[in-house]
């Protein structure tokens, strides 16, 4: 069973660098598109991006200019960057792994607010 | 971007009934349509892709129909599991997105 785990800080400070890391196991990160998803307070959710294994990328067009997506097969981890963010971007983030365009496996969520 | 709309945006229920949940996109997606539950607290969970196909281990009680722009969610008899949050997504276009979610209370 693939196993997804979110990791990195629960605060961040307005304007500065959002970096998130997801860990999977129980499975390899090859051959499957990898995604990020956030969730803000009371909200729908909202796609971020994916990354497959060769870095190759494809981002949620509302948050290109902020986003990078990389991806690290040996340590079976992938990771997001969210720049110059503000109280807006205050969310719970999930990663998860894609199948065909839906998300089958996620993680259990990191909450990241942003806040001075 | 393609938007979807749910409704109800939350309903009220017993266990034992019978739930339709109601998905509109904004334009043709064919039949590419997933459904989650989500709890409190929690990850969502991958329900039904591709508008009516169950996902393995998914309780048959569960079903999807629908295709174009409309899409429903049914829950034949909801079972006490069943109280949480449903959503759907898109994932026809480039840019995949989610309905605003259906809240399943009782």
């Known amino acids: 069973q693939v196993q997804l785990q979110e990791s990195g800080p629960g605060l961040v400070k307005p304007s500065e660098t959002l970096s998130l890391t997801c860990s999977v196991s129980g499975g390899s990160i090859s051959s499957f598109y990898w995604s990020w998803i956030r969730q803000p307070p009371g909200k729908r959710l909202e796609w971020i991006g994916y990354i497959y294994e060769s870095g190759s990328t494809n981002y949620n067009p509302s948050l290109k200019s902020r986003v990078s997506l990389s991806v690290d097969t040996s340590s079976n981890q992938f990771s997001l960057e969210l720049t110059s963010v503000t109280a807006a971007d205050t969310a719970v983030y999930y990663c998860?792994?894609?199948?065909?365009?839906?998300?089958?496996?996620w993680g259990q969520g990191r909450l990241v607010t942003v806040s001075s | 971007d393609i938007q979807m709309t749910q409704s109800p945006s939350a309903l009220s229920a017993s266990v034992g009934d019978r739930v339709t949940i109601t998905c509109r996109a904004s334009?043709?997606?064919?039949?590419?349509l997933a459904w989650y539950q989500q709890k409190p607290g929690k990850a969502p969970k991958f329900l039904i892709y591709k508008a009516s196909s169950l996902e393995s281990g998914v309780p048959s009680r569960f079903s999807g129909s629908g295709s174009g722009t409309e899409f429903t969610l049914t829950i034949s008899s909801l079972q006490p599991d069943d109280f949480a949050t449903y959503y759907c997504?898109?994932?026809?276009?480039?840019?995949?997105?989610f309905g605003q979610g259906t809240k399943v209370e009782i």
């Open positions: 998860a792994r894609v199948v065909g365009g839906l998300f089958d496996f």
């Open positions: 997504q898109q994932y026809d276009s480039d840019v995949w997105t």
């Open positions: 334009q043709s997606i064919g039949s590419w």
